[in-house]
Structures are given as structure tokens and as C-alpha cells.
């Protein structure tokens, strides 16, 4: 399920809003190139009459498909993100934007990047005043306003960053993902992952090691294959 809300000022109530949700076929997240297209399939309702349209299945149609590359300007939060939600596997991210707008493209290129399984488990929110997941299962990117922080607990269970933060360092696997991003599976990182993540019980958690092995055995000539073995055992 994919939704989009909008406020609606117009209905009697205050607080009111609109949802349109997608309910998309798990074989059809799978072989959807650019998830971030989906967006464009949503409507907002101006009136409770217009209701009736909403009873008929959507046909999308996936080409011709947008140009997929990393959004200008926004490699350093893409690194940070990265770090955050691979190397953090176990804690749901959260992200204090100032124009909560202004990174979705980021992070449907992060979704769209990801294999099946990890699609399919992957929960976020480009729009959270609280946490959504605190009476379910917990999300695992949320953006929030940043004027909005002190909504969140302190407790230590999320990992908390904002667009300023930058990493230190970008890592060689970084620098992978990174340029996957920019140009999708020109190096096949994409399809080895798709081919080797369907079984894994933790996706998230195996993102690091997937790229790891993809390095490994397809374009770094080893000198010595203990270690490239023992990464794919891992």
C-alpha cells in the first residue's frame, strides 16, 4: 500500500483529510523500475461526491519511463541516509527536514534501488508529525518537520539526523550505492542484488554485505580469496 494525504480545509471537521491509497501486487513491485512514478497516479478528492471515481482499478503503464538518477545537489544527505539506514539496520531513521518536499525524490530513489524483499519490507514516511509506527510495527525512514523534533521520544530506539548532517568519510561501499544511484545498475549492482537478497531474513540488515560480496566478486581481482570467501559465507 502507497498513500498520499492532503489536508482538507474544505470538510466541516478540522484535522480533516484526504487519502488516496495505491494497492499495488507484490509481482508488480518487483518489476517496477522507478517507483517514484507511482506518484503520479494519485488524485486528490475535491468534494465526498467525486467519490464514485475512485471504485475502478487504476492502469499504469511504466514506460516511457523517466531518466532515474541521484536529484542535484543532494549526494550528501543521500550518504547520510545510506549510512543511516544500512549500518543502523536495527533503529528506525528519522529525518528533520525543514520542506519535507524536498528530499522525496531522494527517497524514492533509495526505494527503487532496493531488491523485492527489501521493497516490500521497507516502511517510511515522507511526512510524520509522530511516530507512526508506535502502536505497530515500527517504520523504518520517517521525515518530520524539524520544528517538530520535540514530538519525538529521546529514548535512543530511533536514530534522529537532519539534512545538515553530513559523514565524515564515504566509504567504498557508499561510493557503490552511490553511483548505482546516479546511474542505475550500469555496473549490475542492482541485478546481483535482486538475484541474491531473495532468501535473506533480514534485508536491511544484509544491504552492507550484499554490496560487500558484489564488489568482491565482480570487480575487485583478489589477490588472495579467504577473505572474499568469508564475506559471501557472512
Known amino acids: 500500500a502507497l498513500f498520499s494525504t492532503w489536508l482538507a480545509p474544505e470538510m466541516p471537521r478540522p484535522g480533516c483529510v484526504w487519502s488516496h491509497v495505491l494497492l499495488i501486487e507484490l509481482p508488480d513491485l518487483a518489476e517496477l523500475r522507478d517507483l517514484g512514478a507511482l506518484r503520479s497516479l494519485f488524485v486528490r478528492v475535491a468534494a465526498p461526491k467525486e467519490l464514485d471515481g475512485f471504485s475502478k482499478p487504476l492502469h499504469y503503464q511504466s514506460a516511457p519511463e523517466r531518466p532515474l538518477r541521484l536529484p542535484p545537489n543532494s549526494e550528501p544527505l543521500a550518504v547520510t541516509l545510506i549510512e543511516a539506514l544500512y549500518t543502523e539496520a536495527n533503529r528506525p531513521v528519522v529525518l528533520a527536514e525543514t520542506d519535507a518536499r524536498a528530499n522525496e525524490e531522494l527517497i524514492f530513489s533509495l526505494w527503487s534501488q532496493q531488491w523485492p524483499r527489501l521493497r516490500r519490507n521497507f516502511v517510511f514516511s515522507t511526512g510524520s508529525f509522530a511516530d507512526r509506527g508506535r502502536n505497530g510495527p515500527a517504520f523504518d525512514l520517517q ?70 560480496a558484489f564488489q568482491q566478486t565482480r570487480h ?6 579467504k577473505q572474499p570467501l568469508r564475506n559471501i559465507a557472512q
Open 220 to 225: 575487485i581481482a583478489p589477490t588472495n580469496w
Open 143 to 212: 521525515v518530520t518537520p524539524m520544528a517538530n523534533l520535540g514530538a519525538w521520544p529521546r529514548s535512543g530506539k530511533h536514530l534522529i539526523i537532519d539534512a545538515q548532517t553530513k559523514s565524515q568519510e564515504v566509504e567504498p561501499w557508499m561510493r557503490e550505492v552511490l553511483n548505482d544511484l546516479s546511474a542505475p545498475n550500469y555496473r549490475g549492482l542492482r541485478s546481483f542484488m535482486s538475484e541474491y537478497g531473495v532468501d535473506l531474513i533480514s534485508p536491511r540488515g544484509s544491504f552492507i554485505r550484499l554490496v560487500h
